[in-house]
Protein backbone atom coordinates (compact mmCIF):
# COMPACT_ATOMS: atom_id res chain seq x y z
CA UNK A 1 0.00 0.00 0.00
CA UNK A 2 1.25 3.58 -1.12
CA UNK A 3 1.15 5.93 1.46
CA UNK A 4 0.92 9.36 0.84
CA UNK A 5 0.34 12.77 2.74
CA UNK A 6 -0.77 15.82 1.10
CA UNK A 7 -0.76 19.48 2.65
CA UNK A 8 -3.04 21.47 2.23
CA UNK A 9 -6.78 20.89 0.97
CA UNK A 10 -7.27 23.35 -1.84
CA UNK A 11 -7.88 22.45 -5.37
CA UNK A 12 -3.94 21.17 -5.88
CA UNK A 13 -4.02 18.84 -3.16
CA UNK A 14 -7.56 17.40 -4.09
CA UNK A 15 -6.36 17.44 -7.81
CA UNK A 16 -3.26 15.36 -6.60
CA UNK A 17 -5.68 13.23 -4.63
CA UNK A 18 -7.28 12.38 -7.80
CA UNK A 19 -4.48 11.96 -9.64
CA UNK A 20 -3.19 9.20 -7.34
CA UNK A 21 -6.48 7.56 -7.06
CA UNK A 22 -6.53 7.12 -10.73
CA UNK A 23 -2.82 5.86 -10.71
CA UNK A 24 -2.85 3.77 -7.93
CA UNK A 25 -6.80 3.48 -7.47
CA UNK A 26 -7.29 1.16 -3.92
CA UNK A 27 -3.71 0.86 -4.19
CA UNK A 28 -3.15 3.74 -2.54
CA UNK A 29 -3.88 5.85 1.00
CA UNK A 30 -4.36 9.53 0.92
CA UNK A 31 -4.14 11.77 3.52
CA UNK A 32 -5.13 15.46 2.82
CA UNK A 33 -3.90 17.43 6.16
CA UNK A 34 -5.19 21.48 6.34
CA UNK A 35 -4.60 24.05 9.58
CA UNK A 36 -7.65 24.86 8.75
CA UNK A 37 -11.03 22.91 9.90
CA UNK A 38 -12.62 23.39 6.54
CA UNK A 39 -11.33 22.21 3.14
CA UNK A 40 -11.05 23.32 -0.33
CA UNK A 41 -8.67 26.63 0.02
CA UNK A 42 -8.72 29.28 -2.30
CA UNK A 43 -12.28 28.10 -3.45
CA UNK A 44 -13.48 28.74 -0.11
CA UNK A 45 -11.27 31.30 0.81
CA UNK A 46 -9.80 33.39 -2.30
CA UNK A 47 -12.11 33.09 -5.31
CA UNK A 48 -14.54 35.68 -5.29
CA UNK A 49 -17.68 35.57 -2.92
CA UNK A 50 -20.12 36.51 -6.34
CA UNK A 51 -18.26 34.00 -8.00
CA UNK A 52 -20.15 30.90 -6.89
CA UNK A 53 -20.26 28.83 -10.20
CA UNK A 54 -16.50 28.45 -10.04
CA UNK A 55 -17.28 27.31 -6.48
CA UNK A 56 -19.09 24.54 -7.47
CA UNK A 57 -15.66 22.50 -8.79
CA UNK A 58 -15.47 21.62 -4.74
CA UNK A 59 -18.53 18.73 -5.53
CA UNK A 60 -15.40 17.08 -7.86
CA UNK A 61 -13.35 17.51 -4.83
CA UNK A 62 -15.62 15.69 -2.83
CA UNK A 63 -16.24 12.80 -4.81
CA UNK A 64 -12.37 12.76 -4.63
CA UNK A 65 -12.57 12.55 -1.10
CA UNK A 66 -15.13 10.43 -1.07
CA UNK A 67 -14.20 7.94 -3.83
CA UNK A 68 -11.07 6.39 -2.49
CA UNK A 69 -9.16 5.76 0.44
CA UNK A 70 -8.55 9.38 1.42
CA UNK A 71 -8.86 10.66 4.47
CA UNK A 72 -9.16 14.61 5.76
CA UNK A 73 -7.47 16.26 8.52
CA UNK A 74 -8.42 19.94 9.42
CA UNK A 75 -7.30 22.01 12.19
CA UNK A 76 -3.39 20.27 11.87
CA UNK A 77 -0.82 22.33 11.37
CA UNK A 78 2.00 21.26 10.04
CA UNK A 79 5.44 22.43 12.01
CA UNK A 80 3.24 22.49 15.23
CA UNK A 81 0.78 19.99 15.59
CA UNK A 82 3.35 17.15 13.43
CA UNK A 83 6.68 17.85 12.06
CA UNK A 84 7.42 17.70 8.35
CA UNK A 85 10.35 15.75 9.53
CA UNK A 86 8.11 13.27 10.51
CA UNK A 87 5.75 12.91 7.82
CA UNK A 88 8.07 12.17 6.00
CA UNK A 89 9.12 9.21 7.99
CA UNK A 90 5.38 8.31 8.13
CA UNK A 91 4.62 8.44 4.52
CA UNK A 92 6.37 7.59 1.08
CA UNK A 93 5.65 10.65 -0.18
CA UNK A 94 4.87 14.04 1.29
CA UNK A 95 3.12 16.99 -0.93
CA UNK A 96 3.14 19.97 -0.06
CA UNK A 97 -0.02 21.87 -1.53
CA UNK A 98 0.19 24.91 0.62
CA UNK A 99 -0.60 27.34 -2.16
CA UNK A 100 0.89 31.25 -1.44
CA UNK A 101 -0.92 33.05 1.19
CA UNK A 102 1.36 35.75 1.28
CA UNK A 103 1.34 38.75 0.25
CA UNK A 104 4.24 40.19 -2.37
CA UNK A 105 5.66 43.27 -0.46
CA UNK A 106 5.42 46.30 -2.41
CA UNK A 107 8.48 47.76 -1.15
CA UNK A 108 8.07 51.52 -1.36
CA UNK A 109 8.11 54.52 1.47
CA UNK A 110 4.76 54.17 3.54
CA UNK A 111 3.60 50.85 2.54
CA UNK A 112 3.87 50.03 6.62
CA UNK A 113 1.14 52.71 7.30
CA UNK A 114 -2.38 51.28 8.27
CA UNK A 115 -4.61 51.24 5.32
CA UNK A 116 -2.08 49.70 3.12
CA UNK A 117 -2.91 45.79 3.08
CA UNK A 118 -2.29 43.31 0.71
CA UNK A 119 -4.71 41.09 -1.33
CA UNK A 120 -3.97 38.15 0.34
CA UNK A 121 -5.37 39.80 4.21
CA UNK A 122 -8.56 41.48 2.03
CA UNK A 123 -9.33 38.65 0.23
CA UNK A 124 -9.08 36.58 3.34
CA UNK A 125 -11.06 39.25 5.38
CA UNK A 126 -13.94 39.24 3.27
CA UNK A 127 -14.18 35.77 2.17
CA UNK A 128 -13.86 34.95 5.93
CA UNK A 129 -10.54 33.63 6.12
CA UNK A 130 -10.17 33.12 10.29
CA UNK A 131 -6.54 34.61 10.10
CA UNK A 132 -7.94 37.58 8.81
CA UNK A 133 -11.34 38.02 10.43
CA UNK A 134 -9.98 41.10 13.07
CA UNK A 135 -8.71 42.81 9.60
CA UNK A 136 -11.15 45.79 10.32
CA UNK A 137 -9.85 47.92 6.94
CA UNK A 138 -10.57 51.69 6.63
CA UNK A 139 -13.35 51.86 4.48
CA UNK A 140 -14.48 54.66 5.90
CA UNK A 141 -12.70 56.75 2.38
CA UNK A 142 -14.17 58.15 -0.55
CA UNK A 143 -10.84 56.68 -2.19
CA UNK A 144 -9.21 53.25 -3.12
CA UNK A 145 -6.24 52.63 -4.72
CA UNK A 146 -5.83 49.01 -6.07
CA UNK A 147 -2.74 48.52 -7.24
CA UNK A 148 -1.88 45.63 -10.03
CA UNK A 149 -3.72 44.64 -13.44
CA UNK A 150 -4.46 41.00 -12.72
CA UNK A 151 -7.62 39.44 -12.11
CA UNK A 152 -6.96 39.73 -8.27
CA UNK A 153 -7.18 43.94 -8.08
CA UNK A 154 -10.56 43.06 -10.69
CA UNK A 155 -12.57 40.78 -7.82
CA UNK A 156 -11.52 43.18 -4.87
CA UNK A 157 -12.58 46.32 -7.15
CA UNK A 158 -15.63 44.36 -8.08
CA UNK A 159 -16.42 43.59 -4.47
CA UNK A 160 -16.01 47.00 -3.30
CA UNK A 161 -18.69 48.46 -5.46
CA UNK A 162 -20.81 46.11 -6.18
CA UNK A 163 -24.52 46.71 -4.52
CA UNK A 164 -26.01 44.55 -1.58
CA UNK A 165 -28.70 43.06 -4.19
CA UNK A 166 -26.01 42.31 -6.71
CA UNK A 167 -24.09 40.73 -4.08
CA UNK A 168 -27.18 38.87 -2.06
CA UNK A 169 -26.56 35.55 -4.05
CA UNK A 170 -22.77 35.84 -2.99
CA UNK A 171 -21.57 34.37 0.25
CA UNK A 172 -19.77 37.86 0.87
CA UNK A 173 -19.34 37.22 4.88
CA UNK A 174 -21.58 39.12 6.95
CA UNK A 175 -18.76 41.15 8.95
CA UNK A 176 -17.98 42.32 5.30
CA UNK A 177 -20.99 43.53 3.85
CA UNK A 178 -21.76 45.04 7.09
CA UNK A 179 -18.40 47.53 6.39
CA UNK A 180 -18.59 47.37 2.59
CA UNK A 181 -21.95 48.65 2.34
CA UNK A 182 -21.94 51.25 4.05
CA UNK A 183 -18.47 52.71 2.32
CA UNK A 184 -18.49 55.96 1.28
CA UNK A 185 -16.56 54.72 -1.62
CA UNK A 186 -16.72 57.20 -4.70
CA UNK A 187 -13.91 56.69 -6.69
CA UNK A 188 -11.91 53.01 -7.05
CA UNK A 189 -8.22 53.73 -9.28
CA UNK A 190 -6.59 50.37 -10.51
CA UNK A 191 -3.18 51.09 -11.16
CA UNK A 192 -1.47 49.25 -13.80
CA UNK A 193 2.45 50.09 -14.20
CA UNK A 194 2.54 49.43 -17.68
CA UNK A 195 -0.05 49.33 -20.39
CA UNK A 196 -3.31 47.88 -21.54
CA UNK A 197 -1.28 45.67 -23.80
CA UNK A 198 0.65 43.99 -20.56
CA UNK A 199 -2.35 43.10 -18.36
CA UNK A 200 -3.38 40.18 -16.65
CA UNK A 201 -7.35 40.76 -16.91
CA UNK A 202 -9.15 38.07 -18.81
CA UNK A 203 -12.10 39.14 -20.56
CA UNK A 204 -14.91 37.51 -18.76
CA UNK A 205 -13.54 39.36 -15.49
CA UNK A 206 -13.42 42.73 -17.19
CA UNK A 207 -16.69 42.23 -18.63
CA UNK A 208 -18.50 42.03 -15.98
CA UNK A 209 -17.57 45.92 -15.08
CA UNK A 210 -19.57 47.29 -18.09
CA UNK A 211 -22.85 45.99 -16.15
CA UNK A 212 -22.44 47.53 -13.28
CA UNK A 213 -25.55 48.45 -11.08
CA UNK A 214 -23.44 51.98 -9.18
CA UNK A 215 -20.61 51.75 -10.99
CA UNK A 216 -19.13 53.15 -13.98
CA UNK A 217 -15.70 51.68 -15.38
CA UNK A 218 -13.58 54.73 -16.88
CA UNK A 219 -10.21 54.31 -19.15
CA UNK A 220 -8.69 57.35 -19.98
CA UNK A 221 -8.52 57.23 -23.69
CA UNK A 222 -5.53 58.94 -23.95
CA UNK A 223 -3.79 55.70 -22.65
CA UNK A 224 -5.25 53.28 -25.12
CA UNK A 225 -2.91 51.77 -27.73
CA UNK A 226 -3.47 52.95 -31.13
CA UNK A 227 -6.48 51.12 -32.86
CA UNK A 228 -6.35 47.83 -33.93
CA UNK A 229 -2.92 47.54 -31.67
CA UNK A 230 -4.14 44.82 -30.07
CA UNK A 231 -4.64 42.73 -33.36
CA UNK A 232 -0.73 41.96 -33.19
CA UNK A 233 -1.54 40.39 -29.84
CA UNK A 234 -0.70 36.48 -29.51
CA UNK A 235 -3.30 35.88 -27.16
CA UNK A 236 -7.23 35.92 -28.12
CA UNK A 237 -8.35 36.26 -25.05
CA UNK A 238 -5.84 39.49 -24.60
CA UNK A 239 -7.17 41.41 -27.51
CA UNK A 240 -10.85 41.04 -26.35
CA UNK A 241 -9.83 42.11 -22.86
CA UNK A 242 -8.25 45.56 -24.74
CA UNK A 243 -11.01 45.60 -26.61
CA UNK A 244 -13.46 45.97 -23.41
CA UNK A 245 -11.01 48.56 -22.18
CA UNK A 246 -11.61 50.59 -25.36
CA UNK A 247 -15.77 50.12 -24.87
CA UNK A 248 -14.75 52.23 -21.24
CA UNK A 249 -13.52 55.10 -22.67
CA UNK A 250 -16.48 55.97 -24.31
CA UNK A 251 -18.22 55.83 -20.49
CA UNK A 252 -19.35 58.99 -18.81
CA UNK A 253 -18.62 59.58 -15.54
CA UNK A 254 -21.04 60.62 -14.87
CA UNK A 255 -23.76 58.13 -15.48
CA UNK A 256 -23.18 56.21 -11.67
CA UNK A 257 -22.41 57.26 -7.96
CA UNK A 258 -19.04 55.73 -8.31
CA UNK A 259 -16.23 55.15 -10.73
CA UNK A 260 -13.87 52.94 -11.36
CA UNK A 261 -10.83 54.30 -13.01
CA UNK A 262 -8.35 52.50 -14.72
CA UNK A 263 -4.86 54.10 -14.74
CA UNK A 264 -2.30 53.05 -16.69
CA UNK A 265 1.76 53.70 -17.01
CA UNK A 266 1.86 54.29 -13.30
CA UNK A 267 4.29 52.90 -10.80
CA UNK A 268 3.56 53.94 -7.26
CA UNK A 269 6.58 55.43 -5.52
CA UNK A 270 5.34 56.19 -1.96
CA UNK A 271 2.26 56.30 0.04
CA UNK A 272 1.47 59.25 1.62
CA UNK A 273 -0.51 60.70 4.57
CA UNK A 274 0.54 60.76 8.21
CA UNK A 275 -0.19 57.74 10.38
CA UNK A 276 -2.59 56.08 8.05
CA UNK A 277 -2.54 56.28 4.46
CA UNK A 278 -4.39 59.40 2.62
CA UNK A 279 -2.73 58.62 -0.63
CA UNK A 280 -0.12 57.59 -3.21
CA UNK A 281 2.70 58.93 -5.38
CA UNK A 282 3.46 57.42 -8.48
CA UNK A 283 5.66 58.25 -11.42
CA UNK A 284 4.41 58.13 -15.04
CA UNK A 285 6.00 54.89 -17.08
CA UNK A 286 6.70 54.10 -20.57
CA UNK A 287 6.65 50.68 -21.97
CA UNK A 288 10.06 50.01 -24.24
CA UNK A 289 10.12 47.55 -26.61
CA UNK A 290 10.19 44.93 -24.37
CA UNK A 291 7.51 45.21 -22.70
CA UNK A 292 9.58 46.91 -19.72
CA UNK A 293 8.21 49.49 -17.47
CA UNK A 294 10.18 52.69 -17.90
CA UNK A 295 10.18 55.93 -15.39
CA UNK A 296 9.96 58.92 -17.00
CA UNK A 297 10.84 61.21 -14.01
CA UNK A 298 7.12 62.43 -13.64
CA UNK A 299 5.12 62.28 -10.74
CA UNK A 300 1.77 62.97 -9.70
CA UNK A 301 -0.54 62.01 -6.66
CA UNK A 302 -3.79 60.47 -5.95
CA UNK A 303 -6.01 60.55 -3.24
CA UNK A 304 -6.80 57.33 -1.09
CA UNK A 305 -7.60 56.14 2.14
CA UNK A 306 -7.18 52.70 1.47
CA UNK A 307 -4.57 51.31 -0.53
CA UNK A 308 -4.87 47.22 -1.18
CA UNK A 309 -1.86 46.07 -3.03
CA UNK A 310 -2.98 42.74 -5.41
CA UNK A 311 0.65 41.88 -6.96
CA UNK A 312 0.77 38.86 -6.55
CA UNK A 313 1.55 36.20 -3.59
CA UNK A 314 3.94 34.30 -2.16
CA UNK A 315 4.30 30.87 -0.66
CA UNK A 316 5.72 30.56 2.81
CA UNK A 317 8.18 29.22 3.43
CA UNK A 318 8.74 25.98 5.15
CA UNK A 319 12.46 25.73 7.74
CA UNK A 320 14.63 22.18 6.34
CA UNK A 321 12.87 22.55 2.83
CA UNK A 322 14.58 24.21 0.11
CA UNK A 323 13.08 27.97 -0.55
CA UNK A 324 13.23 29.82 -3.63
CA UNK A 325 13.16 33.33 -2.21
CA UNK A 326 13.21 35.23 -5.37
CA UNK A 327 10.23 33.57 -6.59
CA UNK A 328 8.50 32.96 -3.68
CA UNK A 329 8.10 29.07 -3.91
CA UNK A 330 9.63 25.75 -2.97
CA UNK A 331 12.99 25.37 -4.94
CA UNK A 332 11.48 22.32 -7.20
CA UNK A 333 12.38 20.54 -10.55
CA UNK A 334 8.93 19.45 -12.27
CA UNK A 335 7.36 19.44 -8.68
CA UNK A 336 10.01 17.32 -7.19
CA UNK A 337 12.01 18.95 -3.89
CA UNK A 338 13.65 16.04 -3.39
CA UNK A 339 12.88 11.86 -3.17
CA UNK A 340 9.77 11.78 -1.49
CA UNK A 341 9.03 15.19 -1.21
CA UNK A 342 7.06 16.71 -3.77
CA UNK A 343 5.39 20.15 -4.00
CA UNK A 344 2.24 21.04 -6.73
CA UNK A 345 0.12 23.97 -7.51
CA UNK A 346 0.81 27.83 -5.79
CA UNK A 347 3.85 26.16 -4.53
CA UNK A 348 5.35 24.59 -7.08
CA UNK A 349 4.93 27.33 -9.81
CA UNK A 350 4.07 30.45 -8.30
CA UNK A 351 0.71 32.03 -8.14
CA UNK A 352 -0.38 32.02 -11.75
CA UNK A 353 -3.00 29.81 -13.69
CA UNK A 354 -6.62 29.40 -13.30
CA UNK A 355 -7.77 26.80 -10.90
CA UNK A 356 -7.81 24.02 -13.67
CA UNK A 357 -4.39 24.92 -14.14
CA UNK A 358 -3.84 22.78 -11.06
CA UNK A 359 -5.30 19.68 -12.59
CA UNK A 360 -2.47 18.54 -15.14
CA UNK A 361 -0.47 19.86 -12.17
CA UNK A 362 -1.70 17.61 -9.67
CA UNK A 363 -1.74 14.36 -12.05
CA UNK A 364 1.97 15.14 -12.67
CA UNK A 365 2.88 14.94 -9.08
CA UNK A 366 0.94 11.36 -9.05
CA UNK A 367 2.98 10.52 -12.08
CA UNK A 368 6.33 11.58 -10.64
CA UNK A 369 5.21 9.85 -7.32
CA UNK A 370 4.23 6.44 -9.49
CA UNK A 371 7.69 6.84 -11.59
CA UNK A 372 9.71 7.05 -8.41
CA UNK A 373 9.50 3.56 -7.45
CA UNK A 374 8.59 3.56 -3.89
CA UNK A 375 8.88 0.47 -1.69
CA UNK A 376 9.28 -0.96 1.93
CA UNK A 377 6.37 -0.42 4.73
CA UNK A 378 5.48 2.66 6.12
CA UNK A 379 2.99 3.68 9.07
CA UNK A 380 1.05 6.14 7.24
CA UNK A 381 -2.35 7.07 8.38
CA UNK A 382 -1.75 4.81 11.48
CA UNK A 383 1.33 6.75 12.86
CA UNK A 384 -0.59 10.20 11.82
CA UNK A 385 -3.49 8.96 14.40
CA UNK A 386 -1.12 7.80 16.65
CA UNK A 387 1.02 11.13 16.96
CA UNK A 388 -2.44 13.15 16.85
CA UNK A 389 -3.85 11.36 19.76
CA UNK A 390 -0.66 11.55 21.84
CA UNK A 391 -0.56 15.09 21.68
CA UNK A 392 -4.28 15.19 22.31
CA UNK A 393 -4.42 16.79 18.78
CA UNK A 394 -8.14 17.84 18.06
CA UNK A 395 -8.46 16.54 14.13
CA UNK A 396 -11.70 18.21 11.83
CA UNK A 397 -12.59 14.83 9.79
CA UNK A 398 -14.80 15.19 6.15
CA UNK A 399 -17.73 14.30 8.63
CA UNK A 400 -17.22 16.92 10.95
CA UNK A 401 -16.44 19.41 7.98
CA UNK A 402 -19.82 18.21 6.49
CA UNK A 403 -21.93 18.96 9.84
CA UNK A 404 -19.81 22.68 9.60
CA UNK A 405 -21.30 23.05 6.04
CA UNK A 406 -24.60 21.88 6.80
CA UNK A 407 -24.80 25.13 9.75
CA UNK A 408 -23.13 27.79 7.12
CA UNK A 409 -25.83 27.02 4.90
CA UNK A 410 -28.84 26.70 7.81
CA UNK A 411 -27.72 30.29 8.67
CA UNK A 412 -27.34 31.52 5.53
CA UNK A 413 -29.52 34.86 4.62
CA UNK A 414 -32.49 34.61 2.27
CA UNK A 415 -30.74 34.03 -1.54
CA UNK A 416 -27.27 32.98 0.01
CA UNK A 417 -25.44 30.17 -0.43
CA UNK A 418 -24.44 29.89 2.66
CA UNK A 419 -22.86 32.31 5.82
CA UNK A 420 -19.81 31.39 6.60
CA UNK A 421 -18.35 30.87 10.56
CA UNK A 422 -15.25 32.93 10.76
CA UNK A 423 -13.38 32.14 13.53
CA UNK A 424 -11.85 28.47 14.31
CA UNK A 425 -13.67 28.31 17.92
CA UNK A 426 -17.03 28.60 15.77
CA UNK A 427 -16.15 25.85 13.75
CA UNK A 428 -15.15 23.69 16.41
CA UNK A 429 -18.42 24.73 18.56
CA UNK A 430 -20.31 23.20 15.65
CA UNK A 431 -18.60 19.85 15.79
CA UNK A 432 -17.94 19.70 19.74
CA UNK A 433 -21.90 19.04 20.43
CA UNK A 434 -21.36 15.20 19.75
CA UNK A 435 -17.71 15.47 20.29
CA UNK A 436 -14.74 14.77 18.71
CA UNK A 437 -14.36 12.25 15.82
CA UNK A 438 -12.46 8.99 16.87
CA UNK A 439 -9.14 8.68 15.04
P1 LIG B 1 -1.16 38.55 -11.58
O1 LIG B 1 -2.14 38.13 -12.60
O2 LIG B 1 0.22 38.01 -11.66
O3 LIG B 1 -1.10 40.15 -11.61
C1 LIG B 1 -0.23 40.86 -10.79
C2 LIG B 1 -0.19 42.30 -11.24
O4 LIG B 1 0.59 43.03 -10.30
C3 LIG B 1 0.45 42.53 -12.60
O5 LIG B 1 -0.29 43.51 -13.30
C4 LIG B 1 1.84 43.06 -12.23
O6 LIG B 1 2.36 43.94 -13.20
C5 LIG B 1 1.51 43.85 -11.00
N1 LIG B 1 2.66 44.11 -10.15
C6 LIG B 1 3.53 43.20 -9.65
N2 LIG B 1 4.44 43.83 -8.87
C7 LIG B 1 4.12 45.14 -8.91
C8 LIG B 1 4.69 46.30 -8.30
N3 LIG B 1 5.76 46.20 -7.50
N4 LIG B 1 4.12 47.50 -8.54
C9 LIG B 1 3.02 47.59 -9.34
N5 LIG B 1 2.45 46.54 -9.94
C10 LIG B 1 3.00 45.32 -9.71
O7 LIG B 1 -1.63 38.19 -10.09
P2 LIG B 1 -3.04 38.15 -9.36
O8 LIG B 1 -3.98 39.17 -9.85
O9 LIG B 1 -2.66 38.13 -7.93
O10 LIG B 1 -3.63 36.74 -9.76
C11 LIG B 1 -2.97 35.52 -9.39
C12 LIG B 1 -3.48 34.38 -10.26
O11 LIG B 1 -4.82 34.06 -9.89
C13 LIG B 1 -3.52 34.73 -11.73
O12 LIG B 1 -3.18 33.62 -12.48
C14 LIG B 1 -4.99 35.09 -11.93
O13 LIG B 1 -5.43 34.97 -13.26
C15 LIG B 1 -5.66 34.09 -11.02
N6 LIG B 1 -7.01 34.59 -10.67
C16 LIG B 1 -8.03 34.22 -11.48
C17 LIG B 1 -9.30 34.69 -11.23
C18 LIG B 1 -10.42 34.30 -12.15
O14 LIG B 1 -10.19 33.55 -13.07
N7 LIG B 1 -11.62 34.80 -11.97
C19 LIG B 1 -9.56 35.53 -10.15
C20 LIG B 1 -8.48 35.87 -9.33
C21 LIG B 1 -7.20 35.40 -9.60
P3 LIG B 1 3.45 43.45 -14.30
O15 LIG B 1 2.68 42.70 -15.31
O16 LIG B 1 4.03 44.72 -14.79
O17 LIG B 1 4.44 42.59 -13.54
Given amino acids: MLKVAI ?107 PGVIGAAAFVGWYNGHPDHADLNPPLDTEAVAIIGNGNVALDVARVLVKTPDEMAASDLTRHAAEIIHRSPIRTIYIIGRRGPLQVHFTPKEVGEFGELGEA ?59 NRAEGLRLE ?58 YCVGWARRGPTGTIGTNRPDGFLIAEKIAASGVSGERPGRDGLEALLRQRDIWAVTFDDWKRIDAAEIARARIGAPREKFVRVDEMLGVVSPQGRSDL
Fill in 7 to 113: IGSGPAGYYTAEGLLKQFGSGVEVDIIDRLPTPFGLIRNGVAPDHQSIKAVTRRYEGTQLGGNVRFYGNVEVGDAVSMDELRGLYHAVVLATGAPEDRPLGIPGDAK
Fill in 216 to 274: VPLVDPEQLPEEGAERQLDDPGLRKTVGQLRQFANRSPGEKARQIRFLFYARPKEVLGG
Fill in 284 to 341: RTRVDGAGQALGTGEEFDLPAGLVITCIGYRTLSIPGVPFDNERGRFMNEDGVIAPGL
